[in-house]
């Protein structure tokens, strides 16, 4: 189901022109931008703009893995195979990695 998601996100981003007229640097910027949605959905406790700002995060982020010749599932898993060795504790409700 992801990755059918992730291929009708890429479609998409081809069709609005993105892929050929965008760049990495581009999409961070939008991704910025999202995330700073998705703060202001938390600060005012807007559940559906909260699910509305994760979903864009994530469809920043298969664009901007596209552009660097990489996929979201590729992604995670790199990312994965790092944080499930890591080691550290909670402090004030936020993980801190050992050092």
Same mark, same amino acid.
């Given at each position: 189901?992801? +990755?059918? /998601? +992730?291929?009708?996100? /890429? !479609?998409? @981003? %081809? %069709?609005?022109?993105?892929?050929?007229?965008?760049?990495? =640097?581009?999409?961070?910027?939008?991704?910025? +931008? !999202?995330?700073? !949605?998705?703060? !202001? @959905?938390?600060?005012?406790?807007? @559940? =559906?703009?909260?699910?509305?700002?994760?979903?864009?995060?994530?469809?920043? /982020? $298969? $664009?901007?893995?596209?552009?660097? %010749?990489?996929? $979201? %599932? +590729?992604? /995670?898993?790199? @990312?994965?195979?790092? $944080?499930?060795?890591?080691?550290?504790?909670?402090?004030?409700?936020?993980?801190?990695?050992?050092?």
């Amino acid at each position: 189901m992801f +990755e059918k /998601l +992730e291929q009708l996100v /890429l !479609e998409w @981003a %081809n %069709n609005k022109g993105i892929m050929d007229n965008s760049t990495p =640097l581009d999409q961070f910027g939008k991704t910025s +931008e !999202e995330v700073d !949605e998705l703060y !202001e @959905a938390l600060m005012t406790n807007d @559940a =559906l703009e909260t699910k509305d700002a994760i979903g864009d995060i994530v469809v920043t /982020l $298969i $664009i901007q893995a596209k552009m660097q %010749n990489l996929t $979201i %599932n +590729e992604c /995670l898993q790199h @990312a994965y195979k790092i $944080i499930s060795k890591r080691k550290g504790k909670m402090v004030d409700g936020v993980f801190v990695k050992d050092v």
